[in-house]
């Protein structure tokens, strides 16, 4: 079965780290560019940011409110992509989920994993 | 960049819907949209422009010119009530967009 899996969320204080993976199964990860993309409780979504693929050097970009404390990563050998956060803040409490990009566009999305960031 | 979608549309059942996504000169790109339920993930209905993926029933099309696109959903059946977002790729930034969804409710 083609899925996505998200993992790692749960409740962290803030300026606390935090780091998300998200496991691939179905189909050949490391052909395709993976992004993530959050949702605020009770709000629309919001683009978080890439990796492409080896292919097309796994260069990553992220938006610019999470520019500098988050960082995406990759390891094809796992079929894992990674979202490490740092210096988290409360406005950083959403759902996160992990989707599978194509030509720009997501065609595959996990379920989700919550994080919380509270005091 | 920037998309505007209206907050909330409502139809009744066996209508037509119209959900719109405002951008500048948003026709030059391609427009992707997503529907998501409450409590699950998004799930894409509509890609570049006009294409559905497979399973998505033919009732949804999509349109896009100038600085409008649209998501037509026809026959409107109580299970079509959703968020609905557009999305874009911003090929000045390589990052992607989301409109900030629409809320459809069948009356």
Redesign the interface.
């Known amino acids: 079965e083609i899925q996505l899996v998200e993992s790692g969320g749960g409740l962290v204080q803030p300026g606390r780290s935090l780091r998300l993976s998200c496991t691939a199964s179905g189909f050949t990860f490391g052909d395709y560019a993976m992004?993530w993309?959050r949702q605020a409780p009770g709000k629309?979504?919001?683009?978080v940011g890439?990796i492409k693929s080896r292919t097309y050097g796994g260069t990553t970009?992220c938006?610019a409110s999470v520019k500098g404390r988050f960082t995406i990563s990759r390891d094809d050998s796992k079929s894992i992509a990674y979202l490490q956060m740092n210096s988290l803040k409360t406005e950083d409490t959403a759902v996160y989920?992990c989707t599978r990009?194509i030509?720009?566009?997501?065609?595959l999305?996990?379920?989700?994993t919550l994080v919380t960031v509270s005091s | 960049y920037v998309l505007t979608q209206p907050p909330s549309v409502s139809v009744a059942p066996g209508q037509t819907a119209r959900i719109t996504c405002g951008g500048n000169n948003i026709g030059n790109k391609r427009v992707h949209w997503y529907q998501q339920k409450p409590g699950q993930a998004p799930v894409l209905v509509v890609y570049d422009d006009s294409d559905r993926p497979s399973g998505i029933p033919e009732r949804f099309s999509g349109s896009n010119s100038g600085n409008t696109a649209t998501l037509t959903i026809s026959r409107v059946e109580a299970g079509d009530e959703a968020d609905y977002y557009c999305q874009v790729w911003d090929s000045s930034s390589d990052h992607r967009v989301f409109g900030g969804g629409t809320k459809l409710t069948v009356l």
């Open positions: 992004n993309v629309g979504l919001e683009w890439f970009e938006a989920y990009d030509k720009w566009y997501f065609d999305w996990g379920r989700g």
